[in-house]
Antibody, heavy 124, light 107 residues
Framework: QVHLEQSGAEVSMPGSPVKISCKAS????????IVWVRQVPGHGLEWMGG????????NYAQKFQGRVTMTTDGSTGTAYLEMTDLRVDDTAVYYC?????????????????WGQGTQVIVSS | SYVLTQPPSVSVAPGQAARISCGGN??????VHWYRHKSGQAPVLVVY???ERPSQIPERISGSNSGNTATLTISRVEPGDEAVYYC??????????FGGGTKLTVL
């Protein structure tokens, strides 16, 4: 049974970076991808991008290109999302999820399961 | 970019059927996936590839997709079905697209 465990809540200043993690159980990195989705308060789900851990190939949503970096550490089965130059409107819950496809580009399949979410608050 | 249109809300009495639509240009040519999202919890996949169900999802939840509309149908609605439901597709322009979400209220 695959389980994704995300890191705890973060409070950051505007302009600073944040890095959150998503640890996968069940040895999924060899056969799937990891995607990141966020939900800004009062809004719907928003796809940020994804990574194929086996190859390191990424696919970022155009909106976030240049500001996000997705990486993985195969030795620990952990995926990371780093976002720089945080703004107040980046305050959101950030989710990782497993995408069963390892075909480029990342994101062509469905997402299951999801991590429990990481709250990121950006405030001065 | 590709746009998915969902009604903001659907209300239904317990035991009745709920139908949630997801409109998009020629969406019938795409694979549609649906998620249930309860407040404070992680989203859960309920239908994938238009009409397939994960093993833990009951048969009373089903999906269809044709023309310009995909539909999620929940038969015999229960109070526990109350949530926001999102449709999702892959836009062949390299991005994932979610619908705006539909809040299902069980009266």
């Amino acid at each position: 049974q695959v389980h994704l465990e995300q890191s705890g809540a973060e409070v950051s200043m505007p302009g600073s970076p944040v890095k959150i993690s998503c640890k996968a159980s069940g040895g999924i990195f060899a056969s799937s991808s990891i995607v990141w989705v966020r939900q800004v308060p009062g809004h719907g789900l928003e796809w940020m991008g994804g990574i194929i851990p086996k190859s390191g190939v990424t696919n970022y949503a155009q909106k976030f290109q240049g500001r996000v970096t997705m990486t993985t550490d195969g030795s620990t089965g952990t995926a990371y999302l780093e976002m720089t130059d945080l703004r107040v409107d980046d305050t959101a819950v950030y989710y990782c999820a497993k995408d069963p496809s390892v075909v480029e580009p990342v994101g062509t399949a469905f997402f299951d399961p999801w991590g429990q979410g990481t709250q990121v608050i950006v405030s001065s | 970019s590709y746009v998915l249109t969902q009604p903001p809300s659907v209300s239904v009495a317990p035991g009745q059927a709920a139908r949630i639509s997801c409109g998009g240009n020629n969406i019938g040519r795409k694979s549609v996936h649906w998620y249930r999202h309860k407040s404070g919890q992680a989203p859960v996949l309920v239908v994938y590839n238009d009409d397939e169900r994960p093993s833990q999802i009951p048969e009373r939840i089903s999906g269809s997709n044709s023309g310009n509309t995909a539909t999620l149908t929940i038969s015999r609605v229960e109070p526990g079905d109350e949530a926001v439901y999102y449709c999702q597709v892959w836009d062949f322009g390299r991005e994932v697209v979610f619908g705006g979400g539909t809040k299902l209220t069980v009266l």
